[in-house]
């Protein structure tokens, strides 16, 4: 009678477990936050401003009158670039794809 006693108890501990894995999965999976756009840049606001200065400083490059030095297309360029960059790593839960990044913000 203790074996079968036993075996019933590890079983009915086992049962417990495993519905109770099961409410801690439903409860986080309940609980997850939708991700957005909005959601990723409230998460990280010093990227987006840094995107936001990044851009302004394009704007400048692109609006001003002299070629710095022969340097003015190269910066515009790679200022595009690391604004992009931003943007990936920004909205990366989201897996976007590079046209839906760049149409963002």
């Known amino acids: ?48 401003k840094a995107i936001h200065e990044m851009r302004e400083a394009l704007k400048e490059l692109r609006e001003a009158p002299h070629d710095f030095g022969g340097n003015k297309a190269a910066a515009i360029a790679d200022t595009e670039k690391a604004i992009h960059s931003l943007k990936k790593a920004l909205y990366y839960r989201l897996k976007m794809d590079d046209a839906a990044i760049d149409r963002a913000q």
């Open 1 to 48: 009678m203790k074996i079968s006693t036993k075996i019933l108890s590890t079983g009915a501990f086992s049962a417990i477990m495993a519905l109770g894995m099961t409410g801690v999965a439903t409860v986080a999976r309940a609980q997850a936050p939708k991700l957005s756009i909005q959601s990723e840049e409230h998460a990280h606001p010093r990227i987006v």
